[in-house]
């Protein structure tokens, strides 16, 4: 079945650092990949959709500066969490799909604690 | 705007027991309806989904129907087994203006004893 990978699965960084996690998608051409971020007992929320060689399309309330989103190539898309503060802290989900009719397939999480 | 609810957790039961968590939506349009499931330290996997009204989604032994008069897309399963603790999301995907978005439940942790 298709597999996505994510990398960290788990990081601390202190406060105004930034951190990147990386997405891949890897036995498939992922031409969509998104990414969620989950809070404690609460839903996955999504963040923003990435096409490859295209700007993401951001959520409302989602910031684009703080949250900048990378889908270079049809198999790897990288959240960068800039400047973090503890607020950030959080679960990131990636999901990837090939086409507009597939499901989305999901990566095993990211776990982000800012200090 | 469209949102998922489904019933709190956690949940217990003892194996062999009948299983349904409850699951109500509302959304514009017609949506496509979801249960997905995540195992400890795994990704969400897809278990099953209806696309239009009276759909019946199955797989594993677990089953929903969409029910579009009630709003409702309740996940049942006939007799658990310990194999199948794990975190259940209901979710639906709208395609209107042509972005095919997902809206996730909160998630119902289900524990099953042995």
């Known amino acids: 079945g298709a597999v996505v990978s994510q990398h960290p699965s788990r990081v601390i960084c202190k406060s105004g650092t930034s951190v990147k996690i990386e997405c891949r998608s890897l036995d498939f051409q992922a031409t969509t990949m998104f990414w969620y971020r989950q809070f404690p007992k609460q839903s996955l929320m999504l963040m923003a959709t990435s096409n490859e060689g295209s700007k993401a399309t951001y959520e409302q309330g989602v910031e684009k500066d703080k949250f900048l989103i990378n889908h270079a190539s049809l198999t790897l898309s990288t959240l960068t969490v800039t400047s973090a503060h503890p607020e950030d802290s959080s679960f990131y989900i990636c999901?990837?799909?090939?086409?507009?009719?597939?499901?989305?397939?999901f990566g095993p999480g990211t776990r982000l604690t800012v200090t | 705007g469209n949102s998922v609810t489904q019933m709190e957790g956690p949940v217990t039961l003892s194996e062999e027991a009948f299983l349904t968590i409850n699951c109500t939506y509302t959304a514009t349009g017609y949506p496509s309806l979801f249960w997905y499931v995540q195992y400890p330290g795994e990704g969400l996997q897809l278990l099953l989904k209806?696309?239009?009204?009276?759909d019946k989604g199955s797989n594993k032994g677990f089953e929903a129907t969409y029910r579009k008069e009630t709003t409702s897309f309740h996940l049942e399963k006939g007799s658990v087994q310990v194999s199948d603790s794990a975190v259940y999301f209901c979710a639906l995907s709208d395609r209107s203006g042509g972005n095919e978005k997902l809206t996730f439940g909160t998630g119902t942790r289900l524990t099953i004893i042995p």
């Open positions: 209806a696309t239009k009204a009276d």
């Open positions: 999901s990837a799909r090939d086409s507009p009719n597939y499901e989305q397939y």
